[in-house]
């Protein structure tokens, strides 16, 4: 048998009901305010005082790396604290336009398409910009790899092919062995898509990513160089035949995630496959000028394995510039090897793209 409350602490219930609904009304209305003060924007509101009569926003955009405001309830004001990045100055930034096309297999892929400010968007020299991972995804913010290239005059497509993580476990397993194949396959329709839009001057096109994105960016450089113009390859992998496994995400099936998605290679048959779509066997196919670029202490891939493929360069006379940092990783962290970074991006890129 269920036993009714008293009748006053139904009474009471009802009341807090009817105060929290217009609480929340109240908050609904303040938030809306405060969001239509920032149309173009990202907001975060956050860090209230106690009687939430004051407030700290937070906002960011593809053009925006970040800004704080305090907000007072009671005045119905907001005003400004400071700029994550003070030095940017977003009115001058690109936006990210998000951008959907059919894979040749018939798959639809997402991404982004970033044209340089004040540029009519046409025939442009562009970047295509894989991320890393592969199981990471792109998002729509701000991206100071891309906005740099977007100040410079290049349009930049980055593409969240298949195996990108957050468009559920179907679009994951179309990856599993496809590494080199049809993932490769969906940067280069991304490619192919701009141009029948009219973005793109193919005369003038690089591809430039980082760890996987720079395995991708060598792999067109051995399988496809007739599509781009220069390579640029940092932190990359380029022999997917050997495996490391520490430190590796062990799947249920007892195995690591690595061979169900990337193929086993003590298994013949992937080990073929893995050989036939790494970039360190096929060197002698490299057409265009490559930057190849790591960090001694890179802990996620072998030194050994960066040194390997600029010997291939070298054994078979491609042109290259390899440069290493002693005190860098996987991805450089300190402020001077940026700033060199960036500097050696925008001489190479200067000197093979119009």
Sequence with gaps: MIRRPPRSTLDRSSAASD??????????????????????????????????????????????????????????????IAKSRPWIN???????????????????????????????????????????????????????????????GYGVIQIDYR?????????????NHEMGKSMQEDKYDALFWANEQGYVDMNNVCISGASYGGYAAMQAATKSPEIFKCIIAYV????????????LQWSELSQPMEYIEKGNPRDPEDYKNLYENSPLFFAENVEDPVLIITGRRDSQVRFQETVDMV???????????????????????????RLELFEDYEKFLAEHLN
């Design 236 to 247: 990359g992998v380029y022999d997917l035949t050997s495996s490391d496994l520490r430190g």
């Design 90 to 152: 977003k009115d001058e930034m690109s936006p990210m336009l998000p951008i959907s096309f059919t894979a040749r297999d018939g798959l639809v892929v997402n991404g982004y398409l970033t044209v340089p400010k004040n540029s009519d968007g046409k025939n442009l020299p562009l970047i295509v910009n894989p991320h890393g991972g592969p199981n990471a995804r792109d998002y729509w913010g701000y991206n100071p790899e891309v906005q740099f290239y977007a100040t410079r």
């Design 311 to 337: 010997n291939e360069l070298k054994k078979y006379g491609k042109e290259h510039k390899y440069i290493i940092k002693g005190e860098e990783g996987h991805g450089f962290r300190r402020e001077t090897a």
């Design 19 to 80: 105060v929290y609904k217009r609480q929340d009304e109240d908050l609904e209305q303040v938030y809306a305010t405060i969001e239509a003060s920032f149309p173009n924007d990202q907001v975060s509101i956050g860090g209230w005082t106690e009687d939430e009569d004051k407030a700290i926003i937070t906002t960011w955009s593809d053009t925006n790396p970040g800004e704080m405001y305090y907000y007072d309830r009671n005045k119905g004001t907001i005003a400004f």
């Design 163 to 175: 195996g990108t993580t957050g468009y559920g476990r179907k679009e994951m397993m179309l990856a």
